[in-house]
């Protein structure tokens, strides 16, 4: 796998594994198999597996499916990932075996499994293995067979390993050692042997009995022979036992026959006895003869006080008691049934009648769905029963065969149907079709089974805290990481988030926030503690931040190798326990092995715990892995193990072994899942079918004899069976009265249960209890979709479905009826289809007979029933095939769990924590064993079985912490016996306690108000104390006590459980619930309150009466054993118990009833019958002793008021309800409401206290109208207006009531009376007050209109009275438009007529025929087809028949008129300059030939090069381009232009290939475009471009030898080989490894070996032979070429890397030879370097290792261009606006690219960045000069980035010079400038000087920048830049005193200052020459400038600029 981890800034290696050289430099990561993939993933696409295209199945018919799954299985799903792969040629060789030593087991598995690791070859060679190698093989293989999380993988090992080849050579092996004295090689080869036989052997005994028996024999003999071994006899003993063990098995395996057991009778106690076999033998799933009553299980009781005999005592009596628990519920519930007993089991349960219904795959997993016979309204769903987990037995054979599973979907939707989804753990697959009874315990079937299995596999030797566990020694000893002077870092105590960098975070985790290192203050007291001192001499309580009993917990806790910490209720359990653990990362150092990093463990009972304790370690740790069920919290869902896988994949950072064998898998299980969900379909598709099949679907499965397909020739079955003459009328009646029996039959199964609210109590009781059960895998597995059906497969001749949609598209034509003949025929074919589907089998045996007779003589029934037989046959062969399938998803499925372990080991290795439920610990036992965690935290561990504590230990585990509390829940088993009796109850935790073992109290309590925790004190905790805090709680309002007990003598009724087990009492749940409703009118908030009970019947009661009050709706209602670990301010227990027979149940335990008195903080009120209860036990007496003492306890409680502080004593509900009804007292609420002022209408109540919601019920006192009638409503409402009936009399005299507010409004009389309308004289009854004139008729009109139909509008003689805009809207009874064939129009009356639509058959005239719509004539139809006829052109026409003849398309040659050229053309198209692609014939008016095309426009700029009499730098004439020559502006601009090649020799040797002016007339060349083509060192042509530097040989290493070769590129050191060296020959053999000179001499005897052709070889004796014959090759192999080969006794010597034969005399003085030239010794006649001639191996060894020394310098000296480096060196924002877009460019490239660049590349872009930094430079400080200067700068940089994988040296030196030299060119412009106004001969000499040396043809290198600068500085002495010296100029400046920008020069450069602000405010002359100077209000004249000569200044002293900086001479660097 991954040879190193990243952590911290380095890397960890593997167990035992030198780190030392291994770390990766930037940029490999990718190099190194294994390890990350870094952008590069290794499978970029999904890999495709076999026939699948996209995500569908590719087999399309049953014989195509068939042929994927017959014999073929093995190969499914191998995936071709990315292309073919090479095959390995050479087996695995020694530095890999010895790599392995240095992983994982697991991880050793894997890796010898992977296509590429060469151990199968390794395995299956054929040539000797030297004993070295095979020890290190037997190493190797013992170190993998101690896997214990991939054991799947590890038998595919065995598989791959023990062949009847290799056995016979360990045998070999065996009699070779047994043969040799004793050596440390014999005892490492049989000790590794034995270990890995023995695993071999108990993991696949029938394979190992039949293959390992002669190698074990071998081993004992040759063991016996070896004295020094004998003596021992440790070997001996191991084989002897092994051999003992597979010949007891096989002797077991042959026997047969029924073994009767007998019932053992035997006394009570079996403690003394030895255990009757192996319990690691027994199975751990129940069998049938665990079922038997007659057989008495063999049980011990846990030893709670004294210890066990050993390790196999202990884990027999954990195995035997666990196994047990959920054995025996299903014994005596199945043998209750079995007599038909009613006595009632509560538990199990039994459902009768049970049916597989279906099948599905889930998360990879085979689900089968159970339909339950369940009676009506019960409410399966909203019960416990069928939790997920629950271990359900099924069985058809009154439980003699047992077929076992668990509930793993619970979908409520099918619960509702009785539907669940099961796991079966036994093989029911041929067993589908059957009836079942099933049995149900409540027992969580996957935590016992995997713990069972973790039990078993637990090894005497590595049992972790054996001396406690099992011995109980009470000596505590320290953590054996722990050094007696070790010191901690215990800074951490005082910050609640401080951790060191290390275990604060891990970078596999990248999503994930980091948590960032607190840097404390310095505490000296804290920093540096020695742990392991005595407790005075640790720091104090207070700078610890602890208790004193806190404080000694810690000590123990992080000094003891099993530490035990009690904490009894509110002491602060949690609290402590994360101290712990941040103390122990902060200081890792001492337990974590760098070379085997592990987490820290964290289990606890619950969900609800884990989240909590892991949440707290949140605030120090991000590095946290959550193992289990989805978690509530969501700060700890993101550390969520399969979040964390899935953000890995997608990163592809998991090992690259691990990634590719999931993938692998994941694919090939994705096609077996395809296949078994097609195979499904498939049978389903036949038991019901939905058509007739084809018979080739029949005839390719053999399913029809010979002579039944003689029968059907020339006749297929759907004629067979369709035929509707045979199908009579009692046929149909027959088949029809059947299928109605059956339907009815099948209709009586189903259910469906009634909701009620009860449903919802029931799912919030049982949530957290399933939750707890569920481990979350669901997010690693995508849903599979695939578009394969069954349809797809099964071929049909017809099919039902198809015929009905045919029918369906004929109906759809409304004049075709059902009385056409073809839709008849189609209604027959249908009905006639449907009645054969719908008969039922026959008698197979009856029907069988039918297959011999005349087919076409059978009746209808007869020939439907042998088609049925037929499908039952074909449905027989497919479910066979399925069953194939299911098993090898199966058996791949198991595998791919077994890759997700890895994945998860992967990722809990990486981690600082990793926490897990029980569960959870349970389900992942294999992983936890690999895992080897050092340390161990248990939260709850009181709670915990001993059996699940153990299971999550491993022999690594150093130090235990176990946290809890004895005295409150303890652990839960499902047998009563075994609970009390045999002690199975008795966690770890309180054993350890009660066998002496050393333990530390928490003394102080933060929780309870004293008078609660007294309750406890001392009654279960004698020494508890309160802590100051809990002293200051405020008292709860309106009770006048803070506890009281109400105790009563109401008794309990049977609750409403499901199985009625569970106890109610009404009048508690009254009590409670008014009670509850008195706080909340307090103002409380509903958290604050709990109501708890320890019964769910009464939990169902309190839900029930809370929903009576709505104050109280959101207060939380809870069972006792679900509230441990939590608080509340207020608890109001309900005890419930109260019966005539005295019985309290489990209220006598003390550990419930300490759990239900500790959850109060502030207030407790408790309501139980305290006589029946203190006669229960002696605590409830102390109990009643201690709340009498403080008047705490009575029939009556006392409420408080705490407005009047009247006090209320009630005994019932119905007593608070009256007393207090509002929360207050009885008495009138003396307070007035704010809004009226009136009094407070309620009685005194507690809530609203300042009155804004109390509405006054008083009669509003207000008055609403001028009628003075008052305001009917009440006194908080808003008064509306006056709405009191009044008369009111109108104007048409009709008397009607009106409200007093609408008394003035006008009123429109409604008084019905009739009248006439004027317009068409019709009586109507109408309002008074509407006018007849207006008010529409409502009489129907009675016009029959012209279309004949009649209006259907009413009376309108004033609208319309014509009907002349009346539209009909009755349907139109004319004829379609244009209609040929009388189709109706289907339009409305009123409309136009639409074209007839009807699709009909016409020819169109040409005499195609056309389906067309009716109303379309002949002429107008567009017939698409083809046109036949010819054009004129005598070509066929291209179009189609309805379009016009002609554009042919035909390509012919013509001739364009314009230009003569000849073209090619479609025929219709006239020939033209636009078609024309020749040379244009035109001249230009320069006289030059136009260079464009005929079609294009004619060349504007005329490009042809002319001469000028312009000559560049070096004297060659310059031609320009012909537009240009007019406008040359000077002789400079036109020296780009020159064209004579260059010339010049480069560096490289090569002639540079640019021309003059490119090349900048020698000063930049371009860069060389010719091949490298130079021999490298190693003798190989570098084939790079053209550099002065080679870069390293990429060629593949020639170097190999005869164990392998050398992978590494030629340029890279290689690794010699480390095999055995293989020369030998019968005179001597060489000793040494194989990449060492040789011990030996090359052997000078002749080669005895024949050549082929019968004569001798030539060669030497061991070396290879050459192919040449002395006889038969003479001429060729006596060429002379050294002069001694046509001697007689002349010898040859082959070289095998050119094939050539030499002489060897000869070829040793020429390889002997030493040139002084460093490189491979080369062949003498191809000068081919020789890396493989182990003759001359020592004078190749000599030239490699010079060779090697230059590689090695190479690598070591070559500069390492880094990221940073770079993205800081572009990160310039003040870059010249040319070069932004360059820059962005490089910035992305190099941040996108980084590391897939090589290192020429990087080197490029770092010349690259700098040369645009160097450019921006010189723009910069030379602004004056940008537009002269731009265009040259810009030629340099393009030339740059011209170069796109590397740059020269050479052009490297000439950009940086030509850069240089443009720095310095502003500077000479100046000078060349200024030098003209003054007559100075030194200044004339420096130019000519500076003119020499900035030459256009001159190189401007570093001595010649010197020259220059420094004679620019000796200018300024002359000239100044103000014709006076620099002295004078400062003396000036010093007497003047003014800043810059004050001094300027008129237009003929006369110097002059203007002073105060400098900036010009008048106008003047200049004094010496009359120019006009100065300015006005601040700006000076534009013919005047700045002076900077004189001060340096750029801009005037006014300006905003001018504080910029100015060029400055000394600034060229």
């Known amino acids: 796998?991954?040879?190193?981890?990243?952590?911290?800034?380095?890397?960890?290696?593997?167990?035992?594994?030198?780190?030392?050289?291994?770390?990766?430099?930037?940029?490999?990561?990718?190099?190194?198999?294994?390890?990350?993939?870094?952008?590069?993933?290794?499978?970029?696409?999904?890999?495709?597996?076999?026939?699948?295209?996209?995500?569908?199945?590719?087999?399309?018919?049953?014989?195509?499916?068939?042929?994927?799954?017959?014999?073929?299985?093995?190969?499914?799903?191998?995936?071709?990932?990315?292309?073919?792969?090479?095959?390995?040629?050479?087996?695995?060789?020694?530095?890999?075996?010895?790599?392995?030593?240095?992983?994982?087991?697991?991880?050793?598995?894997?890796?010898?499994?992977?296509?590429?690791?060469?151990?199968?070859?390794?395995?299956?060679?054929?040539?000797?293995?030297?004993?070295?190698?095979?020890?290190?093989?037997?190493?190797?293989?013992?170190?993998?067979?101690?896997?214990?999380?991939?054991?799947?993988?590890?038998?595919?090992?065995?598989?791959?390993?023990?062949?009847?080849?290799?056995?016979?050579?360990?045998?070999?092996?065996?009699?070779?050692?047994?043969?040799?004295?004793?050596?440390?090689?014999?005892?490492?080869?049989?000790?590794?042997?034995?270990?890995?036989?023995?695993?071999?052997?108990?993991?696949?005994?029938?394979?190992?009995?039949?293959?390992?028996?002669?190698?074990?024999?071998?081993?004992?003999?040759?063991?016996?022979?070896?004295?020094?071994?004998?003596?021992?006899?440790?070997?001996?003993?191991?084989?002897?036992?092994?051999?003992?063990?597979?010949?007891?098995?096989?002797?077991?395996?042959?026997?047969?026959?029924?073994?009767?057991?007998?019932?053992?009778?035997?006394?009570?106690?079996?403690?003394?006895?030895?255990?009757?076999?192996?319990?690691?033998?027994?199975?751990?799933?129940?069998?049938?003869?665990?079922?038997?009553?007659?057989?008495?299980?063999?049980?011990?009781?846990?030893?709670?006080?004294?210890?066990?005999?050993?390790?196999?005592?202990?884990?027999?009596?954990?195995?035997?008691?666990?196994?047990?628990?959920?054995?025996?519920?299903?014994?005596?519930?199945?043998?209750?049934?079995?007599?038909?007993?009613?006595?009632?089991?509560?538990?199990?349960?039994?459902?009768?009648?049970?049916?597989?219904?279906?099948?599905?795959?889930?998360?990879?997993?085979?689900?089968?769905?159970?339909?339950?016979?369940?009676?009506?309204?019960?409410?399966?769903?909203?019960?416990?029963?069928?939790?997920?987990?629950?271990?359900?037995?099924?069985?058809?054979?009154?439980?003699?065969?047992?077929?076992?599973?668990?509930?793993?979907?619970?979908?409520?939707?099918?619960?509702?149907?009785?539907?669940?989804?099961?796991?079966?753990?036994?093989?029911?697959?041929?067993?589908?079709?059957?009836?079942?009874?099933?049995?149900?315990?409540?027992?969580?079937?996957?935590?016992?089974?995997?713990?069972?299995?973790?039990?078993?596999?637990?090894?005497?030797?590595?049992?972790?805290?054996?001396?406690?566990?099992?011995?109980?020694?009470?000596?505590?000893?320290?953590?054996?990481?722990?050094?007696?002077?070790?010191?901690?870092?215990?800074?951490?105590?005082?910050?609640?988030?401080?951790?060191?960098?290390?275990?604060?975070?891990?970078?596999?985790?990248?999503?994930?926030?980091?948590?960032?290192?607190?840097?404390?203050?310095?505490?000296?007291?804290?920093?540096?503690?020695?742990?392991?001192?005595?407790?005075?001499?640790?720091?104090?309580?207070?700078?610890?931040?602890?208790?004193?009993?806190?404080?000694?917990?810690?000590?123990?806790?992080?000094?003891?190798?099993?530490?035990?910490?009690?904490?009894?209720?509110?002491?602060?359990?949690?609290?402590?326990?994360?101290?712990?653990?941040?103390?122990?990362?902060?200081?890792?150092?001492?337990?974590?092995?760098?070379?085997?990093?592990?987490?820290?463990?964290?289990?606890?009972?619950?969900?609800?715990?884990?989240?909590?304790?892991?949440?707290?370690?949140?605030?120090?740790?991000?590095?946290?892995?959550?193992?289990?069920?989805?978690?509530?919290?969501?700060?700890?869902?993101?550390?969520?193990?399969?979040?964390?896988?899935?953000?890995?994949?997608?990163?592809?950072?998991?090992?690259?072994?691990?990634?590719?064998?999931?993938?692998?898998?994941?694919?090939?299980?994705?096609?077996?899942?395809?296949?078994?969900?097609?195979?499904?379909?498939?049978?389903?598709?036949?038991?019901?079918?939905?058509?007739?099949?084809?018979?080739?679907?029949?005839?390719?499965?053999?399913?029809?004899?010979?002579?039944?397909?003689?029968?059907?020739?020339?006749?297929?079955?759907?004629?067979?069976?369709?035929?509707?003459?045979?199908?009579?009328?009692?046929?149909?009646?027959?088949?029809?009265?059947?299928?109605?029996?059956?339907?009815?039959?099948?209709?009586?199964?189903?259910?469906?249960?009634?909701?009620?609210?009860?449903?919802?109590?029931?799912?919030?009781?049982?949530?957290?209890?399933?939750?707890?059960?569920?481990?979350?895998?669901?997010?690693?597995?995508?849903?599979?979709?695939?578009?394969?059906?069954?349809?797809?497969?099964?071929?049909?001749?017809?099919?039902?479905?198809?015929?009905?949609?045919?029918?369906?598209?004929?109906?759809?034509?409304?004049?075709?009826?059902?009385?056409?003949?073809?839709?008849?025929?189609?209604?027959?074919?249908?009905?006639?289809?449907?009645?054969?589907?719908?008969?039922?089998?026959?008698?197979?045996?009856?029907?069988?007979?039918?297959?011999?007779?005349?087919?076409?003589?059978?009746?209808?029934?007869?020939?439907?029933?042998?088609?049925?037989?037929?499908?039952?046959?074909?449905?027989?062969?497919?479910?066979?095939?399925?069953?194939?399938?299911?098993?090898?998803?199966?058996?791949?499925?198991?595998?791919?769990?077994?890759?997700?372990?890895?994945?998860?080991?992967?990722?809990?290795?990486?981690?600082?924590?990793?926490?897990?439920?029980?569960?959870?610990?349970?389900?992942?036992?294999?992983?936890?064993?690999?895992?080897?965690?050092?340390?161990?935290?248990?939260?709850?561990?009181?709670?915990?079985?001993?059996?699940?504590?153990?299971?999550?230990?491993?022999?690594?585990?150093?130090?235990?912490?176990?946290?809890?509390?004895?005295?409150?829940?303890?652990?839960?088993?499902?047998?009563?016996?075994?609970?009390?009796?045999?002690?199975?109850?008795?966690?770890?935790?309180?054993?350890?306690?009660?066998?002496?073992?050393?333990?530390?109290?928490?003394?102080?309590?933060?929780?309870?108000?004293?008078?609660?925790?007294?309750?406890?004190?001392?009654?279960?905790?004698?020494?508890?104390?309160?802590?100051?805090?809990?002293?200051?709680?405020?008292?709860?309002?309106?009770?006048?006590?803070?506890?009281?007990?109400?105790?009563?003598?109401?008794?309990?009724?049977?609750?409403?459980?499901?199985?009625?087990?569970?106890?109610?009492?009404?009048?508690?749940?009254?009590?409670?619930?008014?009670?509850?409703?008195?706080?909340?009118?307090?103002?409380?908030?509903?958290?604050?309150?709990?109501?708890?009970?320890?019964?769910?019947?009464?939990?169902?009661?309190?839900r029930k009466i809370q929903r009576k009050y709505q104050v109280c709706q959101n207060v939380r209602i809870s069972v006792v054993d679900n509230f441990q670990g939590e608080e509340s301010n207020i608890i109001l227990l309900s005890l419930v118990r109260s019966n005539k027979e005295g019985k309290v149940g489990f209220l006598r335990t003390d550990n419930r009833v300490c759990v239900a008195l500790s959850r109060a903080k502030h207030g407790l009120y408790i309501a139980g019958n305290m006589d029946q209860l203190k006669e229960s036990s002696d605590l409830w007496k102390k109990i009643e002793e201690d709340l009498a003492k403080e008047g705490a306890i009575g029939k009556s409680l006392t409420l408080q008021c705490e407005y009047h502080h009247e006090q209320m004593t009630v005994t019932t509900y119905t007593d608070i309800l009256t007393k207090s009804p509002e929360g207050g007292c009885l008495k009138p609420c003396p307070y007035t409401l704010p809004k009226c002022g009136h009094s407070c209408p309620k009685t005194c109540h507690m809530s609203d206290k300042n009155h804004l919601e109390v509405k006054c019920p008083l009669p509003c006192p207000k008055i609403l109208c001028e009628r003075f009638h008052p305001c009917p409503g009440k006194c908080w409402e808003a008064c509306g207006p006056c709405m009191q009936p009044v008369l009111k009399t109108l104007q048409c005299e009709h008397t009607h009531r009106v409200r007093c507010s609408t008394y003035n409004n006008e009123l429109n009389c409604p008084t019905v009376i009739e009248k006439e309308l004027p317009a068409c004289k019709h009586l109507v009854k109408i309002a008074c007050y509407i006018k007849p004139e207006t008010y529409p008729c409502p009489i129907p009109c009675d016009i029959r209109l012209e279309c004949g139909h009649q209006c259907r509008n009413n009376c309108h003689v004033t609208k319309d009275p014509e009907h002349l805009s009346y539209k009909c809207r009755e349907k139109c009874t004319k004829l379609a438009k244009d209609c040929s064939e009388n189709h109706r129009c289907k339009g409305l009356c009123h409309e136009d007529c639409n074209y007839c639509t009807i699709m009909i058959k016409k020819k169109a005239l040409c005499g195609h025929l056309h389906e067309v719509q009716c109303c379309k004539p002949r002429a107008d139809i567009e017939c698409r087809n083809k046109c036949r006829k010819l054009l004129d052109c005598g070509h066929h026409c291209p179009k189609k028949c309805f379009e016009e003849c002609g554009g042919c398309q035909v390509i012919v040659k013509k001739v364009v008129p314009e230009c003569q050229h000849k073209i090619q053309i479609e025929c219709c198209l006239p020939p033209s300059k636009l078609s024309c692609n020749g040379p244009c014939v035109i001249r230009l008016e320069c006289g030059h030939q136009c260079q464009a095309r005929c079609n294009e426009p004619c060349t504007a700029s005329c490009q042809v090069l002319v001469k000028t009499s312009i000559m560049c730098p070096k004297n060659h004439f310059i031609k320009v381009p012909c537009h240009y020559r007019n406008r040359v502006a000077d002789k400079e601009s036109t020296w780009w232009h020159c064209s004579e090649p260059c010339g010049t020799m480069l560096e490289c040797e090569h002639v540079c290939k640019g021309q003059c002016g490119m090349c900048l007339h020698g000063r930049l060349h371009v860069a060389c475009a010719e091949k490298c083509d130079k021999p490298l060192v190693c003798g190989h042509i570098c084939k790079a471009d053209c550099s002065s530097d080679c870069p390293p040989c990429q060629n593949q290493c020639p170097l190999r030898c005869v164990h392998s070769r050398c992978t590494s590129k030629c340029g890279e050191p290689c690794r010699p080989c480390q095999e055995k060296c293989m020369k030998k020959c019968k005179h001597q053999r060489c000793v040494t490894l194989c990449g060492e000179k040789c011990s030996v001499s090359p052997c000078e005897e002749a080669c005895s070996m024949k050549l082929p052709c019968g004569h001798p070889c030539v060669g030497f004796c061991g070396d290879p032979c050459p192919p040449l014959c002395r006889t038969c090759d003479r001429e060729e192999l006596t060429e002379i070429l050294f002069g001694s080969e046509d001697e007689d006794d002349a010898r040859f010597v082959l070289l095998e890397d050119c094939g050539h034969t030499i002489e060897a005399e000869g070829l040793k003085e020429w390889l002997a030879q030493d040139g002084g030239e460093i490189g491979m010794k080369q062949c003498p006649r191809c000068k081919k370097p020789i890396y493989n001639n182990r003759r001359y191996y020592g004078f190749l060894l000599k030239a490699y290792k010079d060779v090697e020394a230059v590689k090695k310098k190479y690598f070591r000296e070559k500069k390492t261009v880094r990221k940073q480096d770079l993205l800081l060196l572009l990160q310039d924002t003040t870059v010249h606006l040319e070069f932004v877009v360059k820059l962005q460019t490089l910035e992305l490239h190099v941040s996108e690219k980084f590391r897939h660049l090589s290192d020429s590349e990087l080197n490029l872009l770092q010349f690259q960045a700098q040369v645009i930094h160097k450019a921006n430079s010189v723009l910069k400080k030379a602004p004056e000069c940008t537009s002269k200067l731009t265009k040259k700068v810009h030629f340099v940089v393009n030339r740059v980035f011209e170069q796109k994988l590397r740059i020269s040296t050479q052009m490297m030196e000439e950009v940086t010079c030509e850069l240089q030299r443009l720095a310095v060119l502003p500077a000479f412009w100046s000078l060349t400038k200024r030098i003209f106004q003054y007559n100075n001969q030194i200044l004339s000499q420096i130019h000519k000087k500076l003119l020499m040396i900035l030459g256009p043809t001159v190189k401007f290198d570093t001595e010649k920048e010197k020259e220059t600068i420094n004679l620019l500085k000796e200018s300024e002495k002359y000239l100044g830049g103000l014709g006076i010296t620099n002295d004078e100029r400062m003396q000036i400046l010093k007497a003047m005193e003014l800043k810059q920008g004050h001094w300027y020069k008129c237009p003929n450069n006369h110097i002059y200052c203007i002073t105060e602000c400098g900036g010009a405010m008048i106008e003047s002359t200049c004094p010496e020459c009359g120019a006009a100077i100065g300015g006005e209000s601040h700006r000076l004249r534009d013919d005047n400038a700045v002076a900077s000569e004189m001060d340096g200044a750029q801009y005037a002293a006014w300006s905003e600029e001018n504080n910029m900086l100015n060029y400055d001479m000394d600034n060229f660097e």
Not at 154 to 162: A, M, N, V, W
Not at 706 to 714: A, H, W
């Open 1 to 1102: 796998m991954w040879r190193s981890t990243p952590r911290g800034n380095g890397f960890t290696s593997r167990p035992g594994q030198n780190n030392e050289n291994e770390r990766l430099q930037p940029g490999q990561e990718h190099h190194v198999r294994g390890r990350y993939f870094t952008g590069r993933g290794r499978f970029p696409n999904p890999p495709r597996g076999r026939g699948r295209a996209n995500t569908q199945r590719g087999a399309q018919s049953l014989g195509d499916l068939s042929s994927t799954n017959d014999g073929n299985t093995k190969s499914k799903g191998k995936a071709n990932y990315g292309g073919t792969r090479k095959k390995r040629e050479h087996p695995m060789g020694y530095k890999a075996l010895e790599r392995m030593l240095t992983l994982y087991p697991d991880e050793v598995v894997m890796q010898l499994q992977m296509a590429m690791s060469g151990y199968d070859l390794l395995i299956d060679q054929e040539e000797d293995i030297t004993p070295d190698k095979i020890c290190l093989l037997m190493k190797v293989l013992s170190h993998a067979s101690e896997t214990r999380s991939n054991r799947e993988n590890l038998y595919k090992l065995f598989s791959i390993t023990f062949k009847k080849n290799f056995i016979n050579r360990l045998i070999s092996f065996s009699i070779e050692f047994g043969l040799k004295a004793y050596s440390e090689n014999s005892e490492t080869y049989f000790d590794k042997l034995c270990n890995v036989l023995n695993v071999y052997a108990n993991a696949m005994p029938t394979h190992a009995s039949d293959s390992i028996t002669l190698l074990l024999e071998s081993c004992i003999m040759n063991i016996q022979k070896m004295s020094t071994l004998q003596e021992e006899n440790s070997f001996l003993r191991k084989y002897q036992e092994i051999k003992h063990f597979l010949e007891e098995y096989k002797q077991r395996l042959g026997e047969s026959g029924y073994v009767e057991h007998k019932k053992r009778h035997r006394g009570r106690w079996e403690d003394d006895l030895a255990p009757p076999n192996d319990f690691r033998e027994l199975s751990v799933l129940p069998t049938a003869e665990d079922l038997n009553d007659n057989v008495e299980p063999f049980l011990r009781r846990n030893i709670v006080q004294g210890k066990y005999s050993n390790v196999n005592h202990y884990l027999d009596v954990q195995f035997r008691l666990l196994r047990e628990d959920f054995v025996r519920p299903l014994r005596n519930g199945i043998n209750e049934f079995r007599c038909k007993s009613h006595s009632q089991n509560r538990d199990i349960w039994i459902y009768e009648n049970v049916k597989i219904v279906g099948e599905d795959i889930q998360n990879f997993e085979m689900i089968h769905y159970i339909k339950l016979n369940l009676p009506k309204n019960f409410k399966i769903e909203s019960s416990k029963r069928l939790l997920f987990g629950n271990l359900l037995c099924l069985s058809n054979d009154n439980f003699c065969t047992l077929f076992l599973g668990s509930v793993c979907d619970r979908n409520s939707e099918k619960l509702k149907n009785g539907i669940i989804g099961v796991k079966f753990d036994s093989d029911i697959d041929l067993h589908k079709d059957s009836v079942f009874v099933m049995a149900e315990t409540r027992s969580y079937f996957v935590a016992y089974k995997h713990v069972l299995f973790a039990l078993q596999g637990i090894i005497e030797d590595s049992f972790p805290m054996e001396s406690f566990i099992v011995h109980v020694e009470p000596h505590m000893r320290p953590p054996s990481y722990l050094a007696q002077h070790a010191v901690y870092d215990l800074r951490v105590m005082q910050s609640a988030s401080m951790m060191k960098e290390s275990e604060a975070s891990s970078k596999l985790f990248q999503h994930v926030n980091k948590t960032t290192e607190e840097q404390n203050e310095y505490l000296p007291q804290l920093q540096n503690v020695m742990v392991m001192s005595e407790l005075p001499y640790w720091p104090t309580e207070n700078a610890l931040g602890l208790d004193d009993s806190q404080r000694r917990a810690l000590r123990s806790a992080l000094v003891s190798k099993l530490s035990i910490i009690q904490g009894p209720p509110g002491t602060g359990k949690t609290f402590i326990g994360l101290k712990i653990s941040q103390v122990l990362l902060h200081n890792s150092q001492y337990w974590k092995n760098p070379n085997q990093a592990s987490p820290i463990l964290v289990v606890c009972f619950t969900n609800h715990a884990l989240d909590q304790f892991l949440e707290g370690m949140s605030h120090y740790t991000n590095s946290i892995v959550r193992v289990g069920s989805r978690s509530k919290s969501e700060i700890i869902d993101e550390f969520q193990i399969n979040k964390l896988v899935k953000a890995l994949r997608s990163r592809k950072e998991l090992p690259a072994d691990v990634y590719e064998m999931n993938n692998n898998l994941m694919w090939q299980i994705r096609e077996l899942e395809s296949d078994v969900k097609s195979w499904r379909r498939v049978v389903q598709e036949l038991l019901s079918p939905s058509g007739i099949l084809r018979l080739d679907v029949f005839s390719s499965e053999d399913i029809l004899p010979d002579t039944v397909l003689q029968q059907f020739r020339g006749m297929n079955l759907q004629t067979w069976l369709l035929d509707e003459n045979l199908c009579t009328r009692e046929d149909m009646e027959e088949i029809a009265a059947k299928s109605i029996i059956t339907n009815q039959l099948d209709s009586n199964s189903g259910f469906k249960s009634n909701e009620d609210v009860w449903q919802e109590d029931l799912e919030d009781l049982y949530a957290d209890e399933e939750r707890d059960r569920l481990v979350d895998d669901e997010d690693l597995v995508e849903e599979l979709k695939t578009g394969v059906t069954a349809h797809d497969i099964l071929k049909y001749e017809i099919k039902a479905k198809t015929l009905e949609e045919s029918l369906d598209d004929l109906r759809q034509d409304d004049d075709m009826s059902d009385f056409n003949p073809g839709v008849v025929a189609i209604i027959k074919k249908l009905r006639v289809l449907k009645i054969g589907l719908k008969t039922l089998p026959r008698n197979t045996e009856q029907v069988k007979v039918l297959e011999n007779v005349n087919f076409r003589k059978l009746d209808f029934q007869s020939r439907w029933a042998l088609y049925k037989l037929w499908l039952s046959r074909l449905a027989e062969k497919v479910k066979k095939k399925l069953l194939e399938a299911e098993k090898e998803f199966k058996r791949t499925s198991k595998s791919w769990r077994e890759i997700k372990d890895q994945e998860y080991l992967h990722i809990m290795r990486h981690a600082a924590v990793v926490g897990m439920t029980t569960t959870g610990a349970a389900t992942y036992t294999n992983v936890i064993q690999a895992l080897q965690p050092s340390i161990v935290i248990i939260e709850e561990a009181a709670e915990i079985l001993e059996a699940h504590v153990i299971s999550s230990l491993t022999g690594n585990c150093q130090h235990l912490i176990m946290i809890g509390d004895h005295q409150q829940l303890q652990p839960s088993a499902t047998v009563y016996e075994l609970a009390k009796k045999f002690n199975l109850e008795t966690s770890l935790f309180e054993r350890m306690i009660k066998n002496k073992i050393g333990y530390e109290t928490l003394e102080y309590q933060h929780r309870m108000r004293p008078s609660i925790s007294r309750l406890l004190v001392p009654s279960i905790y004698p020494h508890l104390k309160d802590h100051s805090s809990v002293h200051s709680y405020p008292h709860v309002k309106g009770i006048a006590a803070d506890v009281f007990f109400i105790t009563h003598s109401h008794h309990e009724n049977l609750g409403k459980d499901e199985d009625s087990s569970s106890h109610e009492n009404p009048h508690e749940g009254e009590l409670v619930m008014a009670l509850c409703r008195h706080l909340m009118l307090q103002g409380y908030d509903p958290t604050d309150i709990t109501i708890l009970t320890p019964y769910t019947g009464q939990f169902f009661l309190l």
